[in-house]
């Protein structure tokens, strides 16, 4: 879709990448790193300065005893951190439950690592867990089981009794949580990120994985992460060493300097992807869109059955050529693609005049009408 919105000049609402500049506290820290020669390899699993830092930060902020030396794998962004866990724990033959929709590298995952994916739906609108479907996607093949939250692309935060719901289910079938937690500062309305690493049991049973990516908007740098037990992180470890040998040393330098940014910080990114959220919920409202409100992340998952096309990829494609606005069809989505059929995602992360343009060009499906 980037590459569609590229040959038509339409505005990128498609990629989650934000059109706006990172923090200067972060970029003068790499361009620093650089100029002080950490320009070689750090430490395979990360550099020490960086874990230190990750390390005081879930102390700090969800009171985790993490051990910088034992517990932390540093990777190239949190793709790799999810491919590394996953050939790390899953055998082939094993099963690995995946929640629908889902960030589209999660089913995948699980098939290069010889795995079966369960697919377990999220349940519109508010994308919520059904428990009894999720307890009979177990049974002695399942592995691992994948959450992210808050999750691309539905803006879905889960809540603490659906969180202790899937830690109870890991502990009877003695199953690994692989939890993805981007987002964990973008959330709403007074919701609160959880992690479920942080519930009784599961620190020793959950992978959560992360990224500087999208908390502080360098998307490019690919700096990831996987916390886990000594037992799990030893084996990411060496995946990690023989996939990518390790991420870039400086940018982990700046990284360090990024995680000790003051809790006003996080607060303003909050406000500000609040405000973007509205603005865009709002235009697409007034287009016809039918959305679905998110509570965290950056995106808008939309209804597009109003608009009469036969699927999301013909309505993707003219929103790209004949509207000047791209957006992702929401059968990537689904393992089967007839379940998105009639959805398209959107993203705000945004610059506001970059949302005003986009809302100017959606006002043409209402003169289409």
């Known amino acids: 879709m980037s590459r569609l919105a590229a040959k038509h000049d339409a505005i990128n609402l498609a990629q989650g990448f934000p059109d706006f500049a990172a923090p200067s506290e972060i970029k003068e820290a790499a361009v620093d790193a650089v100029r002080r020669d950490v320009n070689q390899y750090a430490i395979t699993w990360g550099a020490k300065s960086f874990r230190d830092a990750l390390a005081e930060r879930y102390r700090d902020v969800y009171a985790m005893d993490v051990d910088p030396e034992l517990h932390l794998t540093v990777t190239c962004g949190s793709t790799e951190a999810m491919i590394s866990t996953m050939l790390a724990i899953v055998d082939p033959g094993d099963e690995v439950v995946v929640f629908e929709p889902f960030y589209e590298n999660y089913g995948p995952d699980a098939i290069l690592s010889g795995a079966v994916p369960r697919y377990v739906k999220l349940h519109e609108p508010d994308w919520h867990v059904d428990t009894n479907e999720l307890e009979k996607a177990f049974n002695d093949k399942t592995r691992a089981i994948i959450i992210n939250t808050p999750n691309n692309p539905t803006g879905k935060v889960y809540t603490r009794a659906e969180l202790e ?22 959330v709403y309305g007074g919701a609160r990120h959880v992690p479920l690493a942080s ?21 490019g ?48 990114l909050r406000e500000g992807y609040e405000v973007r959220r509205d603005i865009l919920v709002k235009s697409l409202d007034q287009a016809g869109f039918r959305c679905y409100l998110p509570g965290g992340a950056y995106y808008i998952m939309t209804d597009i059955s109003g608009f009469g096309f036969p699927d999301d990829v013909s309505f993707g494609r003219h929103l790209i050529e004949k509207v000047g606005v ?16 009639q959805k398209l995602r959107f993203t705000f992360c945004k610059k506001r005049e970059t949302l005003d343009a986009a809302a100017k060009r959606l006002a043409k499906l209402t003169e289409e009408a």
């Open 165 to 186: 719901a899937i830690a109870a289910l890991c502990q009877k079938w003695d199953v690994i949580a692989i939890t993805d937690e981007i987002y964990e500062y973008i």
């Open 199 to 219: 519930l009784d049991g599961m620190a020793d049973r959950t992978v959560t994985i992360n990224s500087l990516s999208k908390t502080y908007s360098v998307t």
């Open 221 to 268: 740098w690919r700096v990831g992460w996987a916390l886990a037990s000594e037992e799990l992180s030893s084996a990411i470890r060496k995946v990690h060493d023989f996939l990518t040998v390790g991420a870039a040393a400086p940018l982990q330098e700046a990284g360090a300097v990024a995680l000790r940014l003051p809790a006003s910080y996080y607060d303003k």
């Open 326 to 341: 791209a957006a992702v069809p929401g059968s990537s989505f689904y393992h089967l693609p007839e379940d998105g059929a």
